[in-house]
Every structure is written in C-alpha cells, then in structure tokens.
C-alpha cells in the first residue's frame, strides 16, 4: 500500500522560508515522478512543481519559479520542497503526490498524471 506522508508546514511571515518534506512508502520511489500540488481556501487544486524518475528533471508553476525547490533522496524515499520568499498568496494545502512507476520520464504538471496523493500540510503566511 502506497503512502505519502508530508510534514513541515507552518505558519510564517511573509518572506520567511519553510521546508516541506514527503516521506513515501509501499513503492519503489527512484522510479516515480513525484510532484506538490496546493490548494488555497476557495480554489483548485494546483500544481506546484515535479521532479522526475528519470535524471531528476524538474519543473515549476511560474508563480514559485525562483523561489521554491524540489529535490528528491532515493536512498531515504523523501521528497523535499524548499519554499524561499513567502508570500501571502503562497498559503495553501500542500501535497505531494506520486505517478505509476516509470511513467513520465518528462516532467508533467497535469493532476491527472498522478495516482497517489498524501493527506496534505497546511502552510500559512501572514503578517
């Protein structure tokens, strides 16, 4: 059984930074693309950035560009997301979701692509 546990969401001020990390289980995480996806009160899901299984290719939505960071460790079965520059806007859900093994050697920010999802990590920025 897949699962995808986040943590380190918080409640900062703007400009502050936060590191969110995704501990996955029941898979063989080198060989799955991994994504955040977000979702803020009253809005849709939306992606974040991906990371890929094959040469760890990554991708980011252009309103984190610049400022956010996916990294992956193999040998720990964790993805990370470094957030940098927060900004009020930025205060969402965050997940991290999984996509089949050895799908998606290109990065792809399309929900549908992912089959396994985590429970989420709220993260709020605030004055």
């Known amino acids: 059984q897949v699962q995808l546990v986040e943590s380190g969401g918080g409640s900062v001020l703007p400009g502050n930074s936060l590191r969110l990390s995704c501990a996955a289980s029941?898979?063989?995480?080198?060989?799955?693309?991994m994504g955040w996806f977000r979702q803020a009160p009253g809005k849709e899901r939306e992606f974040v950035s991906t990371i890929t299984w094959s040469h760890g290719r990554t991708m980011y939505s252009e309103s984190v560009k610049g400022r956010f960071t996916i990294s992956r460790l193999n040998a720990n079965n964790t993805l990370s997301l470094q957030m940098n520059s927060l900004k009020p806007e930025d205060t969402a859900v965050y997940y991290c979701?999984?996509?089949?093994?050895?799908?998606?050697?290109?990065?792809?920010?399309?929900?549908?692509?992912?089959?396994?999802w985590g429970q989420g990590t709220q993260v709020t920025v605030s004055s």
């Open positions: 029941g898979l063989t995480f080198s060989s799955h693309t």
């Open positions: 979701a999984a996509a089949k093994a050895f799908y998606y050697p290109r990065p792809t920010g399309e929900e549908v692509s992912y089959n396994y």
